[in-house]
């Protein structure tokens, strides 16, 4: 279960001994934007240390790494493959060709260090027009993708769009990347709230992505992954209808009938498979589902 | 690895160190300056030394100025320093 | 008859001070004072020798204080919380005789019942009429409350006012009443505003103090204490102070209503006060602008003396009706001593201030720290000083967990059921160490350079000699 992401300055020895302690699911330690051009290597071999070294328990570990027509993204992938961290972030990407390269070269990494190829997993970040309109094709350009990443910043000077607070001029990417992430059978997540003193908006935004299909959402700041967490996990309505439809059909498999109802609705397949992951994420959360 | 110019990385950050990197005069020197330097001393001089042990740096003079760092951020600072200073820099 | 007298040095004579007596200082001016050494300035003019300072609290403006020591102007210090060069100095071994620390409450207690006797109080007033009525909330050096300087006032053979800004008779409120005062000085400034109060206490933005400030206020709602008619008290510094951020929604959603807040005012108990949070404060000591403007215009924010603040000795005092109090500490040991009287080299850094005080007055102690602070981890074996003692204390909160002090049974329960991520005290201290290694160093063993009087008079621990 991945719900919040959160971004870690890949170059800031503080930041990252602390980046676990915020509840977020997952962290994103940066080599990207977040590092000076000067500081590239200092921070690849910190991040590279910090995983060695410290202990993030549950917390995922995905690193972002620099863009392909970068000089420094070998160097990223050769410090952080051999960590084996749960998720590599590339960025910028435009295409599956883009893929396919940085699949190649992981794949060398993995071979040279005895790990079995493919063990690390891909979460594209889709940042340029190019990317968003070749989503589907970049979800399913190679087995390690396991989700998308949204955005916006980037993509909005891309489109030549004004970025605003409402991200209507996102409105078409964000349907789009959810479009194709599912299409593909990957996870999809969206951009950062970017103001991390507006809580409302934060609210309002992480609601408005869920209720379009997002996983989970990014953050730029720590203050914000609790909203997140709760806007993304199940609600205790939706675990309490989940274990009713579960119920329902056990029910139904008693009395050998073929079609079940609930209350007044029909039961289908896709309601028991929403049903079931209702409450696996609950399970997995420790929330209220302990219904088998 | 051989150090052919002065070279620095890290900063003056808490939980960081900053570290200083010049060719040596035959041997390896490491200076360590520690605000936790009563306790951790040894420990952050070791760190430092197990990284140019790694790298085979055998002449050079290192000055560590720790703020609390953890050996992770030592040796990946020392490391920084050390592979600046062992590249000649075309830029 | 007048009790105006022209300059300091003269008051100083009036006031019939001579070698080896007692002058006492408060410390409302913080780190802006410039009475103390303005008085000590004159009377090593005067060649008096042998002098005991008793000064509610030392900051590094004080530092003058180090060569009326080598001179041998001033020979003792007693002092509740000491802190910059003079503390340096006094840590390696300045003073042959060692400096009594006492506590907030632990200081009237021992003025108020004669253990300890003030021949000449030297009180700083940023506003006083000429017969002495003084008050802290006007004029341009306006600190607020002046309830450390109170017992001082009341219980000193002679009492000097030394003011900067001089109202017509009878100036209200006042704080100092005119029945104790000898004589009044005006002189040109008593302190320096920017080292007096801060313009606005800033919130800590530091997401590890965000942290252990989120769990802290979880720890108060699971204790149960979090009820109509609460009481609450915290610290100016970081986690401590952040736990006010979390409190206001939780007490919002409750719709009770707190009776009082307690202690050093900031801005962030005025909001509370103002949106109703709180009936009253009671206010010892202001931090901020913001306070010193409330304790001045708001009717339920009231000045209160350091006897009734917190002293032993009193019949009552008002951490004795104290619910919450959030603390710090540069070391809490596995048996939750508190030190936060020196660093970790032994060095002085600070002093009990109220800390022993409300935790012995408050049902719920906490002290919120990070589990290490640039690599020295919180938890140790033993503390270097022995501030305030361990069984006063109720739970530690860090960033990766939250020890209950075993002897607390009810709260241990409370917080095992509250999902709060609990574990032992001696937990802490290993994964700190997992993170840190085991901190080397020696225990300073030089000759004692500072007595700690706990607040019932007795001493709970010596400071030694760095060198």
């Given at each position: 279960m991945r719900r919040t992401m959160l971004f870690i300055p890949g170059n800031s020895p503080a930041m990252l001994l602390n980046a676990d302690i915020h509840q977020s699911d997952a962290v994103i330690?940066?080599?990207?934007?977040?590092?000076?051009?000067?500081?590239?290597?200092?921070?690849?071999?910190?991040?590279?240390?910090?995983?060695?070294?410290?202990?993030?328990?549950?917390?995922?570990?995905?690193?972002?790494?620099?863009?392909?027509?970068?000089?420094?993204?070998?160097?990223?992938?050769?410090?952080?493959?051999?960590?084996?961290?749960?998720?590599?972030?590339?960025?910028?990407v435009s295409d599956a060709e883009y893929i396919h390269q940085v699949d190649q070269m992981m794949n060398e990494i993995e071979e040279k260090h005895g790990i079995p190829v493919g063990t690390v997993g891909?979460?594209?970040?889709?940042?340029?027009?190019?990317g968003i309109e070749n989503a589907y094709s970049i979800a399913k350009s190679s087995k390690r993708v396991k989700a998308l990443f949204l955005g916006a910043e980037d993509l909005s000077t891309d489109l030549q769009a004004i970025r605003s607070k409402k991200s209507d001029e996102i409105l078409y990417a964000r349907g789009r990347i959810v479009l194709a992430a599912r299409a593909a059978g990957v996870e999809v997540y969206d951009t950062p709230f970017t103001d991390v003193n507006d809580d409302e908006g934060l609210l309002q935004d992480a609601t408005f992505a869920r209720s379009i299909g997002f996983t989970g959402k990014a953050s730029i700041s720590p203050r914000h992954v609790s909203a997140i967490n709760e806007v993304f996990s199940p609600s205790l309505e939706d675990i309490t209808y989940a274990q009713e439809v579960m119920e329902a059909i056990e029910e139904g498999k008693r009395q050998g009938k073929g079609a079940v109802s609930l209350r007044g609705k029909m039961i289908d397949k896709p309601i028991v498979d929403r049903a079931r992951k209702v409450l696996e994420a609950a399970r997995e959360l420790g929330l209220g589902g302990t219904h088998e | 690895m051989e150090i052919v110019q002065n070279a620095v990385a890290g900063?003056?950050?808490?939980?960081?160190?900053?570290?200083?990197?010049?060719?040596?005069?035959?041997?390896?020197?490491?200076?360590?300056?520690?605000?936790?330097?009563?306790?951790?001393?040894?420990?952050?001089?070791?760190?430092?030394?197990?990284?140019?042990?790694?790298?085979?740096?055998?002449?050079?003079?290192?000055?560590?100025?720790d703020r609390g760092a953890l050996d992770c951020t030592i040796k990946a600072r020392v490391e920084t320093a050390l592979k600046r200073a062992g590249e000649v820099n075309n830029a | 008859m007048s009790k105006m007298i022209q300059n300091l040095g003269d008051a100083i004579k009036a006031s019939g001070l001579k070698d080896g007596m007692t002058i006492s200082f408060h410390h409302h001016l913080r780190n802006g004072d410039f009475v103390l050494n303005m008085v000590l300035e004159e009377i090593a003019k005067l060649g008096l020798k042998d002098l005991t300072v008793q000064a509610s609290s030392l900051f590094d403006c004080h530092a003058p204080l180090i060569d009326h020591i080598k001179s041998g102007v001033v020979t003792g210090i007693e002092t509740n919380y000491m802190t910059g060069r003079l503390a340096k100095a006094v840590s390696e071994g300045l003073l042959k005789k060692p400096v009594r620390f006492?506590?907030?409450?632990?200081r009237p207690a021992a003025i108020d019942t004669g253990r300890v006797h003030i021949d000449v109080a030297f009180v700083a007033a940023p506003a006083a009429d000429r017969m002495g009525n003084a008050n802290g909330v006007s004029g341009p050096s306006a600190c607020g409350s002046l309830g450390y300087a109170i017992p001082d006032s009341r219980r000193a053979d002679k009492v000097v006012i030394v003011t900067d800004y001089l109202c017509?008779?009878?100036?209200?409120?006042?704080s100092i009443e005119e029945t104790d005062v000898d004589f009044v000085v005006k002189v040109d400034r008593i302190g320096d505003p920017k080292g007096i109060v801060s313009g606005t206490t800033q919130m800590t933005r530091d997401p590890v103090a965000l942290t252990i400030a989120r769990y802290a206020a979880d720890v108060i709602s699971a204790s149960g204490l979090l009820k109509e008619g609460f009481s609450f008290q915290t610290g100016a510094g970081g986690a401590s102070l952040a736990v006010t951020k979390y409190l206001e929604p939780m007490i919002q959603k409750l719709g009770v209503q707190g009776s009082f807040g307690l202690g050093g005012i900031t801005g962030y108990l005025v909001d509370m006060l103002e949106k109703g949070y709180f009936r009253e404060l009671m206010d010892v000591q202001c931090f901020d602008l913001k306070a010193v403007e409330s304790i001045r215009t708001n009717p339920n924010h009231h000045e209160v003396s350091a006897t009734r603040y917190a002293s032993p000795a009193a019949k009552t005092s008002c951490v004795d009706s104290l619910d919450v109090v959030v603390l710090g500490a540069t070391q809490i040991d596995t048996d939750f001593n508190v030190n936060v009287h020196t660093d970790s080299n032994g060095y002085i850094t600070g002093g009990s201030g109220g800390h022993s005080d409300t935790a012995a007055g408050a049902k719920l102690t906490m002290i919120v720290a990070p589990l290490f602070r640039a690599r020295l981890p919180i938890v140790v074996n033993k503390v270097l000083c022995k501030s305030t003692p361990g069984h006063t204390v109720d739970v530690l909160v860090t960033q990766r967990g939250v020890a209950v002090n075993p002897q607390n049974k009810d709260l241990y329960a409370a917080i095992k059921s509250s999902g709060l991520p609990m574990t032992d005290i001696h937990d802490l201290k290993n994964m700190a160490e997992a993170?840190?290694?085991?901190?080397?160093?020696?225990?300073?063993?030089?000759?004692?350079?500072?007595?700690?009087?706990?607040?019932?008079?007795?001493?709970?621990?010596?400071?030694?000699?760095?060198?």
């Open positions: 330690l940066d080599l990207e934007d977040a590092v000076a051009p000067g500081e590239k290597d200092a921070a690849r071999m910190l991040v590279r240390n910090a995983i060695q070294s410290l202990d993030y328990g549950k917390t995922e570990i995905i690193v972002r790494v620099n863009p392909l027509d970068t000089d420094y993204i070998r160097g990223d992938l050769e410090a952080i493959v051999p960590l084996k961290p749960d998720l590599i972030m590339p960025t910028k891909l979460i594209p970040l889709l940042e340029t027009a190019e | 900063t003056l950050e808490s939980n960081d160190v900053f570290v200083s990197v010049e060719p040596g005069q035959g041997k390896l020197d490491i200076v360590v300056q520690s605000i936790v330097f009563e306790q951790f001393g040894k420990d952050i001089f070791n760190a430092a030394q197990e990284v140019c042990v790694q790298l085979r740096v055998e002449n050079a003079s290192l000055r560590l100025e | 006492r506590s907030h409450g632990g017509d008779y009878p100036l209200f409120p006042c993170y840190t290694g085991a901190p080397g160093g020696t225990v300073p063993q030089g000759r004692i350079v500072a007595d700690v009087e706990y607040r019932d008079g007795s001493i709970i621990d010596h400071i030694r000699c760095v060198k």
